[in-house]
Structure formats: structure tokens, C-alpha cells
């Protein structure tokens, strides 16, 4: 498996429902990043956590980390359908050069 | 200006032709990223700049792919002699610095080889 590779890679749910996604990694690393993508362009950026942190909260975002198991979840609560796109989590390296990886991505669908 | 801009946000070109794909980060951004995205894939990691450097070249596919920074600010990514495996969408992305901090993703440029 690669560097950021998020499961599953694919989830459907209705509205109002939670909806949650993991990441797993393999390097150390500074922080990791999730992000969200509509229609195949450009990322936009939802929530970061810091290797030294274990929870993070942002509206109905709630993201949690773990460096004992190299992963990460992003947890969406209450969604809606504007929730609808692709999700990647993406690590910053904690050596070297400042390498960042992305995963492959979680597609989301929420039905109304 | 207020985000990332790329240029031009489609490209349709032949086969061995070059290209060259511009990104202007935000202002006063020092880092500088440009990933590829091929249909229904994640984010190739290709190349970042910290001011007009790139301490990490690995990610490029091949020597027919390069990209420069001038002063610190636009970045072209530049293509030789195309192939229908670039096809993809070139994403750019800056941040205040490198590693530690958010990214803010330009809008992309769709590019096509045929």
C-alpha cells in the first residue's frame, strides 16, 4: 500500500448520516492534512492536525490521529449532499526534504 | 491576487508538441507545489519550490518535464515532447511555507495530448 491511502475508497450515504473515512500512512511525519475536491479540480483545504495532537474539531468535522498506527479518520457528522466529493488526506514528512503525499482518496456520495 | 490562479485552465495539443503551464501563488507564499491528477486518481506529487529552489525533483516522470520559479513568485511547468500519458489535470498549490502549513490549490490546467 502506498503513503495516504484512504479507506474506503468509495462510500455512500443518506442524508443526515455520519460519514467516516480513514487514512494510513507509513512515514513520520510533521502533520497531516485532509482535503476535499469537487469535480476533478482544485483541493481545498478543511483541517489540519499536528503530529503532536490526537483530536481536532472544525464545525462538523471531527478528525482524529493516531502516530502509533500511522492513521488518521475524518469523521462528518450530520451530512448533507453539498458534502458530496472526494476526500484526501495528505502527510508531511518529518525529515529531509518536506515531502508531501496524498492518498488515493475517499468518494463520497450523500443522497438527499 | 486572492488565490491561486493557473493558466490556461484547458490545454488540447498533439502529440510531441511542447507546453507550458503557469501558476501564480499567492502573494507573499514561499512555497510552491505542482502536483498531477489523472481522471479518478489521486495526487501525483511532482515537484516544490521554496523561493526559486527545488531541493526535491523526484516526482517529475521523466526529463521531458521541468518547472522553474522566478522570483519567488510564478512557476511554469513545462512539458517537451508530449506523450497521451500527460494527459491530466496539473494542479498547483501554494503555502506561507513549506511542511508546516495549509496548502491553497489553484483551479488546474485540463490538459489533453492527442
Known amino acids: 500500500s502506498q503513503q495516504g491511502e484512504e479507506d474506503p475508497q468509495a462510500l455512500s450515504i443518506q442524508e443526515g448520516e455520519n460519514a467516516t473515512m480513514n487514512c494510513s500512512y507509513k512515514?513520520?511525519?510533521?502533520?497531516l492534512q485532509w482535503y476535499r475536491q469537487n469535480s476533478g479540480r482544485g483541493l481545498v483545504h478543511l483541517i489540519l492536525i499536528r503530529s503532536n495532537e490526537r483530536e481536532k474539531h472544525s464545525g462538523r468535522l471531527r478528525v482524529t490521529l493516531d502516530t502509533s498506527k500511522k492513521s488518521s479518520s475524518l469523521l462528518i457528522t450530520a451530512s448533507r449532499a453539498a458534502d458530496t466529493a472526494s476526500y484526501f488526506c495528505?502527510?508531511?514528512?518529518?525529515?529531509?526534504?518536506?515531502?508531501?503525499?496524498f492518498g488515493t482518496g475517499t468518494k463520497l456520495q450523500v443522497i438527499p | 491576487g486572492a488565490g491561486v490562479s493557473q493558466s490556461p485552465s484547458n490545454k488540447v495539443t498533439e502529440k510531441g508538441k511542447d507546453v507550458e503551464l503557469r501558476c501564480d501563488p499567492i502573494s507573499g507564499h514561499t512555497a510552491l507545489y505542482w502536483y498531477r491528477q489523472s481522471l479518478g486518481q489521486g495526487l501525483e506529487f511532482l515537484i516544490y519550490?521554496?523561493?526559486?529552489?527545488?531541493?526535491?525533483k523526484s516526482g517529475l516522470p521523466s526529463d521531458r518535464f521541468s518547472a522553474e520559479r522566478t522570483g519567488g513568485s510564478v512557476s511554469t511547468l513545462t512539458i517537451q515532447r508530449t506523450q497521451q500519458e500527460d494527459s491530466a489535470v496539473y494542479l498547483c498549490?501554494?503555502?506561507?511555507?513549506?511542511?508546516?502549513?495549509?496548502?491553497?490549490f489553484g483551479p488546474g490546467t485540463r490538459l489533453l495530448v492527442l
Open positions: 519550490f521554496q523561493g526559486n529552489s527545488a531541493p526535491d
Open positions: 512515514t513520520s511525519i510533521n502533520n
Open positions: 498549490a501554494s503555502s506561507i511555507m513549506v511542511g508546516q502549513e495549509t496548502q491553497y
Open positions: 495528505a502527510t508531511f514528512n518529518s525529515g529531509g526534504y518536506q515531502k508531501v503525499t
